[in-house]
């Protein structure tokens, strides 16, 4: 029987795809565990299962790679805050919601930070040229900058507020305390990543935000 010729092409689209998606996953752990300098196109080919000349195809060295992770990476955080739906909340409780996903969404993938550290070490340059990166915040800021308009028209939330500078703070308030909590929890003498700790983390961060945004 003669194959649909319409098929074969998206049959190679959805090949293409999966290849590049898997790529991607095995160099975003390696990037995570070895950092630019540190990662080796071996060992991604290795990780990945797939012939180290298919990843020069698709993403042309490694650099090219390290930027097409920060975009994914992006996109994963950004694709997730999307189903929070925070515009359908009431304005603080959309915020607080922000915090806690935050909060959580860092817990659960250390890889995200240190994909960061890895990227500031080398100046953003990777996230500097990247038009994709940019266009993927831009929703999160727009959204936010909505429910901000909203609660300072309700009289909840005091105006001028702007919203990349408030997501910068609920982002830093997790970021710092996560990536740094080796040395804190060591000069402290706490571990500060106990079931307690971080509960009580979360609970300083929403009122440290709230307490600024709230009208009293």
Known sequence: ????PIAVPEERMRDADRSQSTILAA?????????LGGARMDRIAERAGLNKRLIYYYFEDKE?????????AYRDIREEEIKLHLLELEPAAAVRRLIEFTWDYYLAHPEFMTLLNSANLHKARH????????????????????VLERGRREGKFRGGVDPVQLYVSIAGLSYFYLSNNPTLSAIFGRDLLAPKARS?????????????????
Do not use: W
């Not at 160099?27 to 950092?35: N, S």
């Not at 090219?64 to 994914?72: G, S």
């Open 127 to 146: 996230l500097a040229g990247s038009e994709r990166a940019r266009e993927l915040n831009s929703p999160l800021v727009e959204t936010l900058a909505a």
């Open 27 to 35: 160099a975003r752990d390696e990037f995570a565990e070895c950092g």
């Open 200 to 216: 009580e983390r979360l609970s300083h961060m929403s009122d440290v935000i709230l307490g600024y945004l709230l009208r009293s």
């Open 64 to 72: 090219k790679l390290f930027q097409a992770v920060l975009e994914q």
């Open 1 to 4: 029987m003669a194959r649909d």
